[in-house]
């Protein structure tokens, strides 16, 4: 069952927020961010065993796919959707996945999160199988349709990780690499769009730069792979070949002309790169 006071929806520390100046407010949720970090420091070796096991399955050719409702679902989607431009993987090795479809990317989809059986559904439609990986996403970590994809999923023989801002959450139950940020009560009480989102955004932005790194995707502290796909990532390539081949700018932006991509550029001239 889910806990009668949870974490998430404990009392703000601050009263009579309507009577705060504008300064008073601003100060106060800067002081309660300021709390996320370093609880997230306290996961970290939550965080590495979540990475390493995810790093196993992609190695395999697996999958990572994100679920979640609201708040917790879009920063999913966010993180996955941010994987292709800067590690040029494809679109669906990083997926998420949010309850009430991609209309509720924008708009609130009333009792989606509550369809304890919709998101096996969702995850199926993608042809999920053990040699994939699924995050559970949830600020209370008690939503229904985050603790249903993640069970269903472990009785499918996938392996599980979760991310909540809650103890002894329920999604934890039903992962085999929980991570819990409880950061405590909201600014505005039970508002996890705040710290509980800072804190899923930054953990998240953790797990996937860490799984691409270890994946390859990265050289040196370069994001070779990124999409060229406007003319500010053509130049930031540009200044990568500059600065790894010690050429000019010229050369620099024909040999990225001729070779579409950054890694292609160094592998052709002879850089130590990993396949």
Not at 90 to 96: C, E, K, M
Not at 168 to 174: T, V
Not at 257 to 271: D, F, G, I, M, W
């Amino acid at each position: 069952m889910a806990k009668n006071n949870p974490d998430t929806e404990k009392e703000s520390l601050y009263a009579n927020l309507e009577k705060m100046s504008t300064e008073e407010i601003l100060m106060g949720i800067n002081a309660e961010d300021k709390k996320v970090s370093s609880v997230i420091k306290k996961q970290i070796p939550n965080i590495e065993k979540l990475v390493d096991a995810v790093v196993l399955k992609m190695k395999d050719g697996g999958r990572l796919f994100y679920i979640g409702a609201g708040t917790s679902g879009r920063i999913g989607i966010l993180d996955a959707s941010e994987c292709p431009p800067t590690f040029g993987v494809p679109h669906d090795l990083v997926i998420g996945i949010i309850a009430g479809g991609d209309y509720a990317i924008r708009k609130a989809v009333e009792n989606a999160e509550d369809d304890f059986n919709q998101a096996w559904e969702d995850l199926k439609k993608h042809n999920i199988s053990s040699a994939d990986f699924v995050i559970g996403i949830a600020a209370s970590g008690n939503t229904p349709y985050v603790i249903g994809g993640l069970k269903m999923a472990r009785e499918n023989n996938i392996k599980t990780g979760s991310i909540s801002c809650n103890s002894n959450s329920l999604i934890s139950k039903e992962a085999d690499f929980p991570i819990e940020i409880v950061v405590g009560p909201e600014f505005l009480t039970g508002s996890t769009r705040m710290k509980a989102g800072t804190s899923q955004k930054l953990v998240l932005n953790m797990i996937s730069t860490s799984v691409m790194i270890k994946l390859g995707k990265v050289y040196g502290n370069k994001m070779i792979d990124m999409q060229l796909s406007n003319k500010k990532l053509v130049q930031r390539g540009v200044e990568m070949i500059i600065e790894e081949l010690k050429i000019d700018e010229k050369l620099a932006a024909e040999l990225l002309n001729k070779h579409k991509s950054v890694r292609a550029v160094l592998l052709a001239e002879n850089k130590n790169l990993a396949d």
